[in-house]
């Protein structure tokens, strides 16, 4: 592996750079201390090489997610890295304040559209995002002919899911985080607990648990 390229570390990963394999193919290198950020991650973008199409999305839907070259722990012990396809652009947050609001109302609608087929795409093959925001959509300037125009990225809070419940609900961005992950269900009564399920989209909360873990994930991603 040829490192070209180190770029500022993000939230979850403790080491980002552009680098070229040995079979000549460039990517981007994420290295992880967190083993479970990166199994998320690597599970997600496995689950998505297998289902090139989702019900209900575009027919590129699949293309708004990296693709996964490669997955590996280092000899050190304490760092976990994935090498993945290398997605130039500028996340949505930039892309859209570089831009007036008629640029905004020709280009963001149609973006819009492709990354509600992105996250529906997940949903469909039962994982969600849990951070979606504007600094974890990238808008790509090197999309192939045919290809989404969008590409998500920051799986750190990704979750597969048994129907609609999730094991945990991992921290989200602040500012973008739903009603439910401030709520407290071990506190309402019988009664509020059932009509705040259909408020903001809390299941039944297991024994013992503070009710987070039971959050609608579906709605969560939705919400953000």
């Known amino acids: 592996m040829t490192i070209e390229s180190i770029q500022r570390p993000g939230w979850a990963a403790n080491f980002i750079a552009t680098a070229t394999d040995s079979n000549r193919q460039q990517g981007l290198?994420?290295?992880?201390?967190?083993?479970?950020?990166?199994?998320?991650?690597?599970?997600?973008?496995?689950?998505?090489?297998?289902t090139p199409k989702v019900p209900g999305t575009s027919s590129n839907a699949q293309s708004a997610f990296a693709k996964l070259y490669n997955a590996y722990p280092m000899a050190d012990g304490r760092h976990f890295c994935t090498f993945t396809e290398l997605i130039s652009g500028d996340i949505l947050w930039n892309f859209a304040m570089e831009r007036g609001l008629e640029e905004k109302d020709r280009d963001l609608p149609g973006l819009y559209v492709e990354i509600i087929s992105a996250i529906k795409y997940m949903h469909g093959i039962k994982w969600v995002h849990g951070d979606i925001q504007p600094k974890n959509i990238i808008i790509r300037n090197n999309a192939p002919k045919g290809a989404s125009r969008v590409s998500i990225t920051g799986f750190y809070a990704s979750q597969k899911l048994n129907g609609e419940v999730a094991g945990l609900v991992i921290p989200a961005t602040l500012g973008y985080e739903p009603p439910e992950d401030y709520t407290?269900?071990?506190?309402?009564?019988?009664?509020?607990?059932?009509?705040?399920?259909?408020?903001?989209?809390?299941?039944?909360a297991p024994k013992g648990s503070s009710g987070?873990?039971?959050?609608?994930?579906?709605?969560?991603?939705?919400?953000?």
């Open 184 to 204: 407290d269900v071990s506190k309402l009564s019988f009664t509020d607990f059932n009509r705040k399920n259909w408020m903001i989209g809390i299941g039944e």
């Open 29 to 50: 290198l994420k290295c992880y201390v967190d083993k479970n950020v990166y199994t998320r991650e690597i599970d997600f973008l496995q689950a998505v090489s297998k």
């Open 212 to 224: 987070l873990s039971s959050a609608n994930q579906f709605k969560r991603d939705a919400w953000m």
